[in-house]
């Protein structure tokens, strides 16, 4: 099974910072990387699709980059709305999917 | 509108089994695959399971392959998940989701938009 490990698992910022989450996959996954954001008490939200593919209707400050093993998710200019925990999810190895174990963004 | 709404969690003891459903409204239900995902309180997401448009394809988590079965019914715009043989660590609120590839076919990847808001099933003696 392809393992997805995301740094940091927590991280504190402030409105307006640029800040930028890892994902690593524990092998190459070409750009079979998706994101998600997931708010408390709320379904999880598709970001991007495909390593880097803005899902319509998502900010353009939300960015993703990166192919085979490295990725990272990049909010450009933190808003109060994006305080929320972000996962990664491989679908290289579909019908197999992995999660990453999630990286909660607060408010410092 | 695309909309999931899940329905049939509850309480179940261990070794029971429980089935889930999932009606679509909103868009073209037999144009697209459908997944489950769950989310064991205050943990992170887990998929589940995964169904191509038809039927003919079709993917399980091992933790819990050989337990549960996926399927679906195009006329009834509905997906299900049947849950035999239930554990303690099936314990989640459990997502059903569309996969927004052509037809759910494995050569696109799965990924998952939108997303339902759940049902909870709990197992416990």
């Known amino acids: 099974d392809i393992q997805m490990t995301q740094s940091p698992s927590s991280l504190s910022a402030s409105v307006g910072d640029r800040v930028t989450i890892t994902c690593r996959a524990s092998?190459?996954?070409?750009?079979?990387l998706n994101w998600y954001q997931q708010k408390p008490g709320k379904a999880p939200k598709l970001l991007i699709y495909a390593a880097s593919s803005l899902q319509s209707g998502v900010p353009s400050r939300f960015s993703g980059s990166g192919s085979g093993t490295d990725f990272t998710l990049t909010i450009s200019s933190l808003q109060p709305e994006d305080f929320a925990t972000y996962y990664c999810q491989q679908s290289y190895s579909t019908p197999q999917i992995t999660f990453g174990q999630g990286t909660r963004l607060e408010i410092k | 509108e695309v909309q999931l709404v899940e329905s049939g969690g509850g309480v179940v003891r261990p070794g029971g089994s429980l089935r889930l459903s999932c009606a679509a409204s909103g868009f073209t239900f037999d144009d697209y695959g459908m997944s489950w995902v769950r989310q064991a309180p205050g943990k992170g997401l887990e998929w589940v399971s995964g169904i191509n448009w038809n039927g003919g394809s079709t993917g399980y988590a091992d933790s819990v392959k050989g337990r549960f079965t996926i399927s679906r019914d195009n006329a009834k715009n509905s997906l299900y998940l049947q849950m035999n043989s239930l554990r303690a660590e099936d314990t989640a609120l459990y997502h059903c989701?569309?996969?927004?590839?052509?037809?759910?076919?494995?050569?696109?990847?799965?990924?998952?938009?939108?997303w339902g808001q759940g049902t909870l099933v709990t197992v416990s003696s």
């Open positions: 092998q190459s996954i070409s750009s079979y």
């Open positions: 989701a569309r996969i927004p590839t052509k037809k759910g076919g494995y050569s696109s990847g799965w990924f998952f938009d939108p």
